[in-house]
């Protein structure tokens, strides 16, 4: 059955708060939780950045839904030896709880180690290679690599779920999506217009039928924002202010820090917003925005309402919005 599930805003909120929004949310009806792997916030005002793979740990001892992280970059600030060893212990310790996302990263959060930060395409073939590298050690392999990219010697993973860690691929673009469709368990992706989730849901089940696979049975997840408040003001407020990121139509993979995403925000203008992050106070609106994301064929939406007034946004998705999802 299609669900709603809680995008958890690791940069936005103290992870011990977070842990409250995730508990209130399974209380009101939410299931699962998608949490934001971020070395830094996106802009000062959000002010965190909890490393998500130890408040994941947490999670699973508080809630019972599924979650896993939307998502991890496998390529730089973490080997993807060590993201398999993470993965297998959540898998091990939450049996068919844990998924794995895995994307190809952003400059925000990758430049901690230094280094030269790649195009878009030697990026893609990074994650692909370290998808490969990842899939054997969870499968139990004894494995030596020596890749383009990654070397390792040889090491078996020795604590292992009993069922395997499903990855989920992030991604946008027609090559990586098909990839993700003939290689991986499911995909992630952002909201977008209809006209382009069409687009990425019919090259992943291209991809997956190239591999032998139903794309029927394998999940899609989409991440989406929204901002609601009481007021229509108050929640427009709360996107300019708490999430400005959400107003820039353009890539971000290259932006480098947060004080730059700052100095940016300050040409996001209330328009810019439309079509990317739904601000209304009127819940039936937000109702119908999910349900019609559901209609073109996503298994779970992970919701992040954007403002700080998640209590209050719980509390009316729980009692107005998701009971009136069909």
């Known amino acids: 059955m299609p669900r709603i599930g809680l995008a958890a805003a690791l940069e936005q909120f103290h992870p011990n708060e977070l842990l409250q929004h995730c508990t209130l949310a399974e209380h009101y009806g939410f299931e699962g939780v998608m949490a934001a792997d971020h070395f830094q916030p996106w802009v000062p005002a959000q002010g965190h950045n909890a490393f998500a793979y130890s408040w994941m740990g947490a999670l699973g001892m508080v809630t019972k839904g599924d979650f896993g992280p939307g998502v991890t970059c496998p390529s730089f600030r973490t080997h993807p030896a060590v993201v398999a060893q993470a993965a297998a212990t959540l898998g091990a310790m939450f049996p068919e709880r844990f998924w794995l996302g895995l994307g190809s990263g952003e400059l925000l959060n990758e430049h901690v180690v230094a280094g030269v930060w790649p195009d878009a395409l030697v990026r893609f073939e990074m994650l692909q290679e370290a998808t490969v590298l990842i899939q054997q050690l969870l499968a139990g392999k004894e494995v030596r690599y020596r890749g383009r990219y990654f070397s390792m010697s040889k090491v078996r993973l020795w604590t292992l779920p009993e069922q395997p860690v499903p990855i989920y691929i992030a991604a946008t673009g027609p090559q990586t999506v098909r990839w993700a469709g003939r290689v991986c368990d499911g995909l992630i992706t952002p909201g977008a217009s209809p006209a382009k989730l069409r687009g990425i849901l019919e090259n992943f089940a291209a991809g997956a039928r ?32 708490e999430w400005p990121n959400g107003g820039m139509n353009f890539p971000k993979q290259d932006v480098r820090s947060p004080e730059d995403f700052a100095a940016m925000a300050r040409l996001v203008r209330p328009e810019d917003f439309k079509g990317r992050v739904l601000i209304s106070s009127d819940l039936e609106a937000h109702r119908a925005h999910l349900q019609s994301f559901f209609e073109l064929g996503f298994d779970a939406i992970y919701v992040h309402n954007v403002g700080r007034n998640q209590e209050a946004w719980l509390k009316a998705y729980g009692e107005q919005v998701l009971p009136a999802l069909q």
């Open 210 to 241: 190239e591999a032998g696979k139903d794309p029927a049975q394998m999940p899609k997840f989409l991440q989406l924002h929204v901002s609601w408040a009481e007021t229509d003001e108050e929640a427009l407020q709360n996107a300019l202010v």
